[in-house]
């Protein structure tokens, strides 16, 4: 683990690879899952603002979901989330080339919003448990997930990296650049231990 300003971050953001493979899992995380996209209360708000913005980027299904049970909904666990379309899918997702998608990530890239996407789904696999006194960053495992980390290895990309913009709009650049330098004095301690055996 490393700490940088009360974030506590497992060393598997930068011994692990990874690198979403879209044509091989077909954007699975949106649809499998027991519930939505974890949502902060800044975000539940956003989405309930926005909404008329990105309607037209949605599927009649997903507007049909969003229109019965709400922009956000509370799940079994009592977390904020994204609503789902029968228990499935998120009810932002969208179809492209059989391939799932964010229909508010493709509301922002057409300029019809500023807000990207939640920050769970653009962390991703990153995940951050919030602490009273400071932030937990771990590296998620999940099975339908591992073309990415296939395709992570072959191109040498850390998780840090991959989560890099997401990291850096959610703690800033300046954290981001710490995290950078501790990474690399992290990797050069291992290297020297490990020619020293």
């Known amino acids: 683990m490393l700490e940088i300003d009360k974030a506590v971050i497992s060393t598997d953001l930068f011994t692990k690879q990874f690198t979403c493979d879209l044509k091989r899992c077909k954007g699975a995380c949106c649809v499998l899952g027991d519930s939505g996209a974890p949502l902060d209360e800044e975000e539940k708000a956003i989405l309930a603002r926005i909404y008329p913005d990105i309607k037209a980027f949605l599927r009649q299904e997903g507007i049909a979901a969003i229109e019965k049970q709400g922009t956000s909904v509370i799940d079994i666990e009592g977390e904020c989330v994204t609503p789902l379309i029968g228990g499935k899918e998120c009810a932002y997702t969208v179809f492209e080339d059989g391939i799932a998608r964010c229909g508010i990530e493709k509301a922002f890239l057409a300029g019809a ?30 099975s339908i997930c591992e073309p990415a980390r296939i395709l992570g290895a072959s191109l ?38 490990s020619e020293n055996k």
Not at 115 to 141: E, G, Q
Not at 157 to 167: H, K, M, N, R, T
């Open 113 to 142: 919003v500023t807000f990207r996407k939640p920050i769970s789904c653009f962390l991703y696999p990153v995940r951050i448990k919030k602490y009273k006194n400071f932030h937990a960053v771990n590296y998620d495992i999940w």
């Open 156 to 193: 040498h990309v850390p998780v840090y990296e991959f989560a890099g913009p997401a990291l850096r709009q959610y703690f800033g650049e300046a954290w981001y650049k710490k995290l950078q330098q501790a990474v690399a004095d992290y990797l050069s301690e291992i290297s020297k231990a």
